[in-house]
């Protein structure tokens, strides 16, 4: 075979291989559509998420998901030993703080209330980028850390029947707390898949923070049972979803409940 | 009874250089463009500008043991000793397409076919590294369409590139031609 002709064949070798790769795409998206009704949860239709106490899906555990398990003790003022009960919500937009001529860019602002909270509650961000499907979430010490802590005055409860250790891994499935009240059309099976690869990756594009000026984020305890914070982002990638983990340390008593309304907020940078 | 190895000593000395460039411009050179496959733009040049000065079945291959080992040992990857395959993949398939093309690594087309090929095999070994390291095969593949054809293209360039720099080199006479 003359050289030409080896090119040619080359190059149609790599065009059947791109061929067949983007085959196998378009398969293994029809086969996760059949299983779980959708290839991606897509955003919700409405931005008010109520959340009870039974919500609270997974603990007791002192460690949220990352590469390798981060401390759910190391913000100022939580307490040390402490174990937690978390659940996952999925916010209704997806802040974006990269290079403006792609995107435009936006924080996701975040109205909550609490009712008869019991102990301490802490909100740390999530977040999943669509190529490649790696997970984002805040650093809680150093440069960049950020974190949000509210503290109520309400007896416990009895302790949550529904909630259960998540997995030890860097790749996990976690169910969300709110997909109740929804359409089955709005998320993909109630799930979620959040993947740190290596560690020290995804750990500072995502922050909580008061003003909007901070982008960065910051450290806020104590705060009020009712306020306001904004997810921001400074990471390159746009993210495909973002999700809020709320930690209480302690079973929340029957009365106790959540409001979240969220919306996108206009970044001032 | 003198025996000869396989690689000259000036030959290892490159190939080495060359496969510690690789592991170099995979850990400290990076872009802001956040698409998958995007650094073998860089690595792919010394891959083949290696191949293309010794032009010996093998050069790749060794070259990438050298930037995997570094890789592996440095821990800049998430693999890290399992990281050796994906390098020694894409060497192979460059030294595959080195001996089919017989080491024209100085014509364009043939620079573009071994870093397009070198990139997309080494995507491949990746994925299959995962997948036996209990990755989900379709978390894997969502996606596997758009990361090939970036994979091939950063690859390419890079591949084109480099023999861009053999095909200058061997004008200059740095590099001989077997061809004259």
Known sequence: ?????????????????????????????????????EATPLPLAQSVITLAGADFLYGPQDWRPYA????????????EGHEWYFCFVLLNDTP?????????????????TFENLAGTAAFYPYGTTTLPVTSRTSRQDGYGSSGYTVTGTAPAGDAAPKAAPL????????????????????????????????????????HLTTDLDKRKGE?????????????????????????????????????FCLRLETQPAEAAW | MVTRSYFTLYETAVLSLCGALVFLSKAFITLSLHLPGHSYLFVAIPFVVGCGIVKKAGAGTYMGLIGGLLASFFGFEALHLLDVFKYLAMGLTIDIVGVTFSHRFDHPAVGFIAGAAGSVVKMVVNYAVHFLLGVPATFILIGIGLTSVTHLIFGGIGGVIAALIIARLMRAGVIGDDRT
């Open chain 1, 219 to 255: 450290i806020v305890t104590g705060a009020p049972a009712s306020g306001q914070f904004y997810v921001t982002h400074t990471g390159g990638s746009r993210l495909n979803l973002v999700c809020l983990l709320i930690a209480v340390d302690r079973p929340q008593p029957d009365t």
């Open chain 1, 68 to 79: 390798v398990p981060l401390s759910l003790n190391t913000l100022p003022g939580t307490p």
């Open chain 1, 167 to 206: 997995e030890r891994s860097n790749l996990v499935r976690v169910r969300l707390a709110n997909t109740k009240g929804l359409g089955p059309d709005e998320i993909a099976a109630g799930t979620i898949d959040l993947w740190f690869p290596s560690e020290g990756g995804g750990q500072d594009a995502l």
């Open chain 1, 1 to 37: 075979m003359d050289f030409r002709k080896r090119i040619i064949t080359a190059f149609a070798l790599l065009t059947l291989f791109t061929i067949i790769a983007f085959g196998l795409q378009v398969y293994i998206e029809g086969e996760t559509m059949a299983v779980t009704g």
């Open chain 1, 96 to 112: 974006y703080g990269g290079n403006p001529a792609l995107f435009r860019r936006q924080a996701v602002s975040v109205n909550y």
